[in-house]
């Protein structure tokens, strides 16, 4: 497999990236890499209405930056992310496809008037990511309340939840990994 791409799209907290390149390539086993040169911005993908960023367009921008890539995209930014549907997502991805995002906006406890908490801060994240990834290898969401792929519509239901895959779930992301490197 292709190494796993980090982009930053500002406006984006560069300093959180770095902490979750080490845990994503411990969880997916893939080389990760952080780009430097694309310098994406979340501008074009900005509703002034809502005051959000679209994040379906943030994906359509990291495929059209990187439209050869045959490995997994996953855009970082912390801007506050929309789905028209939606009042916000913590992220989005293509089921099945190259790209994914996730947003710190709602990830930190301060937004919700606590004080700041680093390592929750980092942990929630993570989860949010590897979420994110894992339907880019085709997962659904899953209902084991310990899974990174259960649903979390609140930061609460982030915490519940593991930073790693259940059985099946790691199954299934094992056995694409092994249908993409073949292919
Ligand atoms: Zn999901
Ligand atoms: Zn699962």
Redesign the pocket.
Known sequence: MPPLLLVPIHPVEIECIEPLRTVLQKIFRLETTIDTRAHLDAAPAFDAYRNQCNSSLLLTLLQEHFPRYEGKILGITSVDLFVPVLTYVFGEAQLNGTAAVVSTYRLNDTLYGFPENHQQYTERLAKEAV??LG?TFGLY?CLEYGCVMH?STTVEDIDIKGTNFCMKCLHAVVKKMSLLSES
């Open positions: 979420h994110e339907h969401h649903s």
